[in-house]
């Protein structure tokens, strides 16, 4: 839940600032382009003066988007100088002109009445092309790709308001609209927006679809068990303001180009399971996206196939290598193999992802990147393998928890701290149903079956 304090001081900052700049991470989803798009409208409705920086083109799926034209693709970050001349003394200016010579610019100020000297000039900054940056939807600056690593200076002299919901934010900028506890960035949002009465009434019906995308597609139609009760309330009273469902669902989920369904369908072929640990996953390469005409961002939806396909597993990861002249790949932020994770109530994917890779987000979803070597194939085959190992930690931690005692009330007695009963023994939880049996070299890398990758394959699938 928000805190009243944190929405009085975000709210402060709209009304005291006037010119906007709006980011959502590098290689966007729908819930960071549906949550900018919102923040611009509503913005705008009061009447500021609004920018949204999408700086990698963003799935055509989402271009039904409201306002998706008015996504910029570069930052301005220009600033005017100015000079300012005296009129005091009876000076009185005819004409202004300027000439560029030898790379330098000399700025003629015709006098028409007097005489100007150099002690009547002064010089100065004039304003900045953005006073406020709304960071969307983003747990760290990294994830800004090169829109960080190309204008720091903008970043640490403007202040920034950090609106997310992921548990992983690490909380920079100098105002917070943080929710862990919410589905999507939207629901942040709309919790924000509803608190305040002029704002509320901005919320059109295209405002209210823009809501619910980010809601719908980070959920999963609600599927995942991120899903809340508020959730369905919020989705609920979208509705009633006009929010269009089925446009959502059409674009999102039932238009999908040749090319997508083509890396759709090798991904699934790719899938792999190691039964044993209860993880699940498949990959994705350069050569793959190239050969079927297709872009990263179609991979997106990918994982919610795994878990449809195969339900019963503790992690799903889909492994993606990032193609050449990607944000956040030419950034060289955190490498070139990114890697989405869903998990079950048994694995916190969160601090999966976190204590293997130094990844992030939530505990039911969650993701890392890592700097690609050559063989693609066998790096897939290491992070799993780092991936089951850190499994076996959490689990190893949640048993050495569930023996322990329950510690006693300060006020307990001896005598009832000897007959306090022990504690009950964990339960085992069985591990998931096996999927059929696969060669794993094979599905992956049909053409480097080498002695590395077979040792590794044989330690994945031991028992733990």
Known sequence: ????????????????????????????????????????????????????????????????????????????????????????????????????????????????????????????????????????????????????????????????????????????????????TAASATEVLYAWFTQIPEWNQKITPDIA??????????????????????????????????????????????????????????????????????????????????????????THGILDELISTIPNADVHVLFTEMEEGEPLAQAGARGELKASMRSSAMIDSSRLASATFGGGGHARAAGFRVRSFANFSLQVLECVKKLVEGMKRQRTEAEEISRSPAPLPASSSVSSFIAAPEAPPAKEIPPPSPAPHTDIVALISPTSQNSREKDIVEGLMERP
């Not at 409208?41 to 083109?57: R, S």
Request: net charge negative.
């Open 209 to 298: 679809t823009l809501l619910l995308t980010g809601l719908i597609t980070d959920t999963r139609s609600f599927q995942n068990p991120n899903t809340t009760p508020r959730s369905l309330e919020l989705a609920a009273e979208l509705l009633e303001r006009g929010a269009r469902q089925q446009e959502i669902i059409q674009h999102i989920y039932k238009t999908k180009p040749l090319s997508t369904l083509k890396i759709w369908g090798r991904a699934l072929n790719r899938i792999q399971m190691d039964s044993a640990s209860g993880i699940v996953w498949s990959s994705i390469s350069k050569e793959d996206l190239l050969e079927m005409g297709a872009t990263s961002k179609e």
């Open 1 to 180: 839940m928000l805190s009243p304090q944190e929405i009085s001081g975000a709210t402060d900052a709209i009304k005291q600032h006037q010119r906007l700049l709006i980011i959502p991470h590098a290689n966007v989803d729908p819930d960071g382009l549906s949550s900018a798009l919102a923040c611009f409208q509503v913005f705008q409705a009061l009447g500021k003066e609004v920018t949204v920086i999408c700086p990698d083109t963003p799935p055509e799926s989402l271009s039904f988007l409201p306002g998706f034209e008015k996504l910029s693709r570069q930052i301005e970050e220009h600033q005017n100088f100015i000079i300012t001349v005296n009129l005091e003394d009876g000076v009185e200016i005819d004409k202004l002109r300027y000439t560029v010579e030898d790379r330098k610019v000399n700025i003629i100020v015709v006098p028409k009445k007097g005489t100007i000297r150099s002690s009547h000039l002064s010089f100065g900054e004039g304003e900045r092309k953005y006073d406020l940056i709304i960071a969307i939807d983003t747990a760290d600056v990294a994830l800004f790709g090169s829109v960080y690593t190309d204008h720091v200076d903008l970043f640490s002299t403007v202040p920034v308001l950090n609106i997310d919901h992921h548990i992983s934010n690490t909380r920079f900028g100098q105002l917070h609209l943080i929710d862990p």
